[in-house]
């Protein structure tokens, strides 16, 4: 007996002296990350982007798989099946945390997701095809109110922020429009250049055909306005007390071992702190923004808790 228990005792240390040394070799495979739009749009950009600054600091390559629908919780749906040790992440739109609330979700962002940083956050704009007639955000509200002709407007997904942001100046304003979803933005740009659709509520998509002279933006969404278009003003100057920004992090599946994130989230404060990520964000037209672990982890419960009431309200009065 006293041999078997010796025995166990000595499995189990060499079980728990193998954990960190596992952490230490971490990685020693590739990384699959996952974007959860379309190919070609800002946040595939970014994705790619960031896996390459990323790759580097750990010293193995970081693999892009675009999953797109669904409001961009695929990444999150994908983490539930994930193998823990640190070889499949996500990148984090904020309908993550609010889909649960509207439709349901497979996954609870509190218990299935282990959340390592945010790099950077989103600046919204609502644009019209530069052909419209539509110069400012109230000519476009005005038409819409004369039902002079169909009003539609494209999003990457329903309940996105974009989304909600236009339902509330819609309610607001008393304009009369039709949301359109798409699976990402680079699908809603191509619909606003087809004329299928009569405007975009997008993220930085839209800034390389706002210089190219094809689109024209009529408000910004943030609290102040965007640096990339200081011309532009907010829907809030605007007389519509609607703000929406949004932070978007990497997060992994539950259960990672805390070493194992402790790599990552050093890596990836490396990557936010490297002034050439800085300037590849910039042309990209987001908004640096970092959040550490347990900033992020904080953030994360925070968003899920304090927009239930008002996001189930909402799904409440779409439903009437």
Not at 97 to 118: E, V, W
Not at 216 to 243: C, F, H, M, W
Not at 275 to 286: D, E, H, S
């Amino acid at each position: 007996m006293k041999k078997l228990f010796a025995t166990a005792a000595t499995a189990i240390g060499l079980l728990a002296a193998a954990i960190p040394a596992m952490a230490q070799n971490y990685p020693n495979r590739p990384i699959k990350l996952i974007v959860p739009y379309s190919a070609g749009g800002v946040t595939d950009q970014l994705g790619r982007t960031f896996a390459e600054f990323a790759g580097k600091r750990l010293g193995q390559p970081i693999i892009i798989e675009n999953k797109t629908g669904a409001n961009g919780t695929l990444g999150a749906v994908q983490m539930l099946s994930a193998d823990p040790a640190g070889y499949a992440l996500t990148m984090i739109p904020i309908g993550v945390f609010r889909m649960p609330h509207i439709t349901g979700a497979q996954y609870d962002p509190l218990k299935d997701l282990t959340y390592i940083s945010t790099v950077c956050g989103f600046n919204y704009y609502v644009a019209v095809n530069a052909s419209s007639p539509w110069k400012t955000l109230a000519e476009l509200v005005d038409y819409s109110k004369k039902k002079t002709g169909p009003v539609s407007y494209g999003t990457p997904g329903a309940y996105s922020s974009q989304h909600i942001g236009m339902a509330q100046l819609g309610e607001k304003a008393g304009a009369d429009w039709t949301h359109i979803p798409f699976k990402g933005d680079a699908d809603a740009m191509a619909a606003l250049l087809g004329n299928h659709i009569q405007a975009v509520v997008s993220a930085s998509s839209v800034l390389p055909y706002v210089s190219s002279g094809k689109m024209r933006v009529l408000a910004a969404l943030g609290d102040k306005r965007s640096p990339d278009l200081p011309n532009v003003p907010t829907l809030k100057e605007q007389g519509y007390p609607i703000v929406h920004t949004s932070p978007f992090g990497f997060a992994g599946p539950k259960g990672m071992d805390p070493a194992v994130v402790k790599k990552l989230e050093d890596a990836f404060r490396d990557v936010y702190n490297d002034p050439q990520f800085q300037v590849a964000l910039q042309k990209l037209g987001m908004t640096p923004l970092y959040m550490d672990q347990a900033t992020y982890t904080k953030y994360a419960r925070d968003t899920y808790l304090g927009e239930r009431d008002s996001l189930k309200a909402m799904v409440a009065s779409v439903n009437k």
